[in-house]
């Protein structure tokens, strides 16, 4: 009965800002509580589509309307704005150097177009692999671990982070065994057998 008042709750936000994370946080829920009951109810699935895409509508409107009050203030950027995107005589010409070569082949069946609500699908899945990164990325630095470069050298997104979450590990682990060997040479203990207080058992 609770999660039905707070999906009404949700639905409602959602369909003022159209974006997850803002309705998440006002309704006082988790991101994650979001798509745990797009998995779990396809019902709410369909509303939470509907209701995403009626918040952006919505913020458009605003933004419309934000634009054109800017416009009656004789504000010259939004002036220009206007004038370059509605009015022939002042769009800017685009120019360029590319040559386009037209080459027969055979026809190919056209592509098919994806719905609304599977782009809708696609952005609330990257939300939710965003979510999992986030979560990933706190286990394996809860304890001082440090999340390495791809083999390439360049950074791990926190969306990919579930991918490379092996690597990841075993990077740790390697390290760790590193840390080891320095501390044994310096004549500490290593971290894997420093003994703990009992204390903090309590």
């Known amino acids: 009965m609770i999660d039905d008042q707070t999906k009404q709750k949700l639905l409602k ?17 988790d991101r994650s509580t979001h798509y745990r ?12 589509s509907q209701a995403i895409r009626r918040g952006r509508e919505n913020n458009c409107d605003i933004a419309k309307y934000a634009l ?19 009015d022939p005589v002042y769009k800017r010409k685009q120019t360029s150097n590319v040559m386009i070569v037209h080459k027969k082949i055979d026809s190919l069946p056209a592509a098919r177009q994806k719905t609304l609500e599977e782009l809708l699908d696609e952005y609330a899945w990257d939300d939710d692999a ?28 926190v969306d990919k982070l579930p991918d490379y979450e092996a690597y990841i590990r075993d990077w ?27 204390e903090d058992k309590k």
């Not at 740790?172 to 009992?198: A, V």
């Open 130 to 157: 965003h979510a999992r990164g986030l979560e990933l990325q706190k286990e394996l630095t809860m304890f001082g671990g440090q999340i390495p470069s791809k083999p390439d050298g360049t950074p791990i997104e």
């Open 68 to 86: 054109m009050s800017k416009v009656k203030e004789k504000d010259m950027g939004a002036i220009k704005y206007v004038l370059s995107h509605n």
């Open 37 to 48: 009951w797009l998995d779990s109810d396809k019902e709410f699935k369909k509303r939470s």
């Open 172 to 198: 740790q682990k390697n390290r760790e065994g590193e840390e080891d060997r320095e501390r044994f040479k310096r004549g500490s203990l290593p971290n894997s057998i420093i003994p703990h207080d009992p």
């Open 13 to 29: 936000e959602l369909e003022k800002s159209g974006n997850v994370y803002l309705s998440c946080l006002k309704v006082g829920i």
